[in-house]
């Protein structure tokens, strides 16, 4: 006798296993997490200093951004696996806020990223270890 259920399990199964193509959609996307990678490079380069402000009879500890560290970013960056460039960090830094801001909220941040990089006029070089 055939056991209807497992005879159905087994065809969903064989169905899911013949049509891969959701997997090799997000295999062939080379930029897959590009931008939020950027995203939290950029965040992690902001240097803070701590101002103490008095609120009543307390103070109160504020962080205020300073500025950025274009070096670090560069080495986050090459530490996630993207390309960075070879020339001036600061400008590479500001190319990446920059897009960052154009890129943020559109449909496909990652491929829009990319391309937005790219048409800068900075020469960007993947670096790998050997």
């Known amino acids: 006798m055939i056991n209807l259920p497992v005879l159905l399990l087994s065809a969903i199964l064989l ?5 891969n193509q959701l ?3 997000n295999g062939s996307n080379t930029n897959l997490g ?3 990678d950027a995203l939290t490079c950029n965040q992690s380069t902001t240097q803070k200093t701590k101002i103490n402000v008095p609120t009543g009879g ?3 500890v504020i962080e205020m951004p300073i500025g ?7 080495d986050c960056m090459k530490h996630e696996g993207w390309p960075v460039t070879h020339a001036d960090p600061t400008e590479y830094l500001k190319v990446s806020t920059d897009c960052l ?3 943020q909220g559109t449909e496909n941040m990652d491929e829009n990223y990319a391309a937005c990089v790219k048409r800068s006029r900075m020469n960007v070089d993947v670096i790998t270890d050997k």
């Open 15 to 19: 169905s899911g296993c013949a049509n």
């Open 23 to 25: 997997v090799t959609e």
């Open 34 to 36: 590009y931008f939020s």
């Open 58 to 60: 307390v103070q109160t």
């Open 68 to 74: 950025y560290d274009a070096n670090t970013f560069v």
């Open 101 to 103: 801001q154009k890129t």
